[in-house]
């Protein structure tokens, strides 16, 4: 094991062998394996947005097979994905990728003002299938989001105690935050520092902009002079919101952008000290040749900040 995964591993002392195990399973996996970086592959937005959004723009994206073999030959740290997708292909492919179980998901069916996600797996799942991980979502700014931090709770106590890991998709979004806040620095920060409260080991954030959504957080980052100027000082930023960079805290790709854009995105990332990236769209979107070449490319920019 390398020095650096032995450095992450020590900054959850709270947590049993077999947790800090399949942490370091996924550190330790693929391509960017024992550099403290991770490339993810998530597959939950057949769900979240509908299998023809998602999966239309490349056909062979329908069946769950295709991103196990997807997630393998790039060489991801872990795929991620609901019960369905898990359940489907775990036997074909199982220990050849750590795998996380998302344990709750949302439909767009009713796209309400305040939105929640329905339990749709469990920690005893995540077992049966051979999983590393739980994830699951919290959305700070919901009229929901109390009752979504309390369920949070109780799962994470569940699978540390079943030695899993936990990785939380933190997505500001409710009637009380505009489409623009969303995505500003302090709230993503504060969403950073949520989940890491609520025992988060790998956290799943958007990249911030740079609008400062509450007032009261603004002049704070006016009188002190926290530098957000830069994609890169937002990233840093938001990495210090959770504990000081102590937590894993990876970057979400988004929707389907066009290779440049998301490259910049990529090494802004890993300048501001990201620890990585979760690419579903911008992967599974695209042609599986075009997918692996850019994966590969993603994988290199992050193992380049590491020499």
């Not at 872990?78 to 050849?96: H, M, Q, V």
């Not at 995505?183 to 954030?205: E, F, M, P, S």
Request: glycine share 12%.
């Amino acid at each position: 094991m390398t020095q650096r995964v032995k450095e992450i591993l020590g900054w959850y002392g709270g947590d049993n062998p077999g947790t800090l195990t399949n942490l370091a399973r996924m550190l330790n996996h693929g391509k960017l394996g024992g550099t403290g970086k991770m490339v993810i592959l998530p597959v939950d937005q057949g769900f979240e947005h509908g299998p023809a959004r998602s999966f239309g723009p490349n056909p062979p994206a329908y069946d769950p097979a295709y991103h196990f073999q997807l997630a393998i030959e790039a060489g991801c740290s872990a795929y991620a994905a609901p019960l369905g997708f898990i359940e489907a292909a775990a036997r074909d492919y199982a220990g050849d990728i750590p795998l996380i179980l998302k344990l709750n998901d949302h439909d767009v069916l009713n796209d309400e003002a305040d939105p929640d996600q329905a339990l749709t797996g469990s920690v005893q799942d995540a077992l049966r299938l051979g999983c590393s991980a739980i994830g699951f979502t919290i959305y700070p700014g919901s009229a929901h989001r109390l009752e979504m931090y309390g369920e949070i709770r109780a799962r994470a106590e569940e699978a540390k105690r079943n030695g899993l890991a936990v990785v939380i998709w933190s997505y500001p979004r409710g009637s009380s935050i505009s489409k623009e806040g969303e995505t500003a620095v302090d709230v993503i920060g504060y969403a950073a520092h949520i989940a890491a409260q609520l025992g988060a080991h790998i956290i799943k954030v958007k990249v911030p902009a740079s609008f400062i959504l509450q007032a009261a957080a603004k002049k704070v980052y006016e009188s002190t002079g926290i530098p957000i100027s830069t994609p890169t000082e937002r990233v840093r930023h938001v990495v210090q919101c959770a504990f000081g960079g102590k937590r894993i805290v990876i970057f979400s790709g988004g929707a389907l952008e066009g290779e440049d854009a998301l490259l910049q995105e990529v090494t802004a990332i890993r300048d501001g000290g990201g620890f990585g990236s979760i690419i579903g769209r911008n992967s599974f979107q695209r042609p599986k040749k075009e997918a692996l070449r850019l994966l590969g490319t993603i994988m290199e920019i992050y193992a380049a900040g590491e020499k």
